[in-house]
């Protein structure tokens, strides 16, 4: 399947493709999206931050900081 053109859509139409695409996705809990490594990783941090071990940041600061780091990083 080639989607090469997806880029071009405009972004009204972008938008729409990715909301029937989110749809589509969460309408089938059923299957595992997932994978098992990554689910490893996830509870190994909730156990830390359940256990004091990791603080962890309002989202409004964890997303100025990302922002941050992202005006400091060369464009490629």
Do not use: C, N, Y
């Not at 071009?8 to 994978?35: F, G, N, V, Y």
């Not at 256990?51 to 964890?62: D, F, H, M, R």
Request: charged fraction near 25%; proline fraction near 8%.
């Amino acid at each position: 399947m080639k989607f090469d053109h997806l880029k071009d859509l405009p972004k009204a139409e972008s938008l729409l493709a990715m909301e029937i695409l989110w749809q589509s996705l969460s309408q089938r809990p059923s299957e595992d999206l997932i994978p098992p490594w990554h689910q490893q990783v996830l509870s190994s941090r909730l156990d830390r931050l359940k256990s004091g071990q990791e603080t962890s940041l309002p989202w409004s600061e964890a997303k100025e900081r990302l922002s941050a780091l992202t005006r400091q990083s060369p464009s490629h």
